[in-house]
T-cell receptor, first 115, second 111 residues
Framework: GAVVSQHPSWVICKSGTSVKIECRSL??????MFWYRQFPKQSLMLMAT?????????EQGVEKDKFLINHASLTLSTLTVTSAHPEDSSFYIC???????????FGEGSWLTVV | GQNIDQPTEMTATEGAIVQINCTYQ??????LFWYQQHAGEAPTFLSY????GLEEKGRFSSFLSRSKGYSYLLLKELQMKDSASYLC????????????FGTGTRLLVSP
């Protein structure tokens, strides 16, 4: 079964509103999680590194005030898309690793459609 | 900067062999991953290479040459269900969990 779970799987929101996506590690603790975005027919682009108990690290070009990341516990990271616009419509996916080891687990992904 | 290149699309016939190439230039290197992704789904792990050479796992094999910044994924005995996108990803060294993905290769397997 899944070891990293995302919720919701899909969400539709109105332009200008905010939407929160959760990423949970189900049976292990993850001090670090990663958030990716994938537009149709494109590859995954790393958005940010979510660090438990501290601020997230954002990749160049990603607006930290628009994509709020909170990693308040060792099993949960949340991504909030604030003031969403249609161009934010995308597939958002998180990942985490169970240490020790080098296996990276991806969540199931969340489809966001902004109308 | 980070640059990972793959062919955009490839086609092959059921039962054949196909090789998907990946070249990379990254700030560091802590391993190269191959993932399979069907449309609308999360990536599925296929292989991990950190040392030069060939790693074989059933119908799938992956090769790495660190000096050349080059890897390939070899798929044998192709099946229709292998039609998917194949993503090459590099861990650039700042914690192996962080991945930089290539452009992805869409593979279409025809009867």
């Amino acid at each position: 079964g899944a070891v990293v779970s995302q919720h919701p799987s899909w969400v539709i929101c109105k332009s200008g509103t905010s939407v929160k996506i959760e990423c949970r590690s189900l049976d292990f603790q993850a001090t670090t999680m990663f958030w990716y975005r994938q537009f149709p027919k494109q590859s995954l682009m790393l958005m940010a590194t979510s660090n438990e108990g501290s601020k997230a690290t954002y990749e160049q070009g990603v607006e930290k005030d628009k994509f709020l990341i909170n990693h308040a516990s060792l099993t949960l990271s949340t991504l909030t898309v604030t003031s969403a616009h249609p161009e934010d419509s995308s597939f958002y996916i998180c990942s985490a690793s169970r240490l020790p080891g080098n296996t990276i687990y991806f969540g199931e992904g969340s489809w966001l459609t902004v109308v | 900067g980070q640059n990972i290149d793959q062919p955009t699309e490839m086609t092959a016939t059921e039962g054949a062999i196909v090789q998907i190439n990946c070249t990379y230039q990254t700030s560091g290197f802590n391993g190269l991953f191959w993932y399979q992704q069907h449309a609308g789904e999360a990536p599925t792990f296929l292989s991990y290479n950190v040392l030069d050479g060939l790693e074989e796992k059933g119908r799938f094999s992956s090769f790495l040459s660190r000096s050349k910044g080059y890897s390939y994924l070899l798929l044998k005995e192709l099946q229709m269900k292998d039609s998917a996108s194949y993503l090459c990803a590099v861990s650039p060294g700042s914690g192996f969990q962080k991945l930089v993905f290539g452009t992805g290769t869409r593979l279409l397997v025809s009867p």
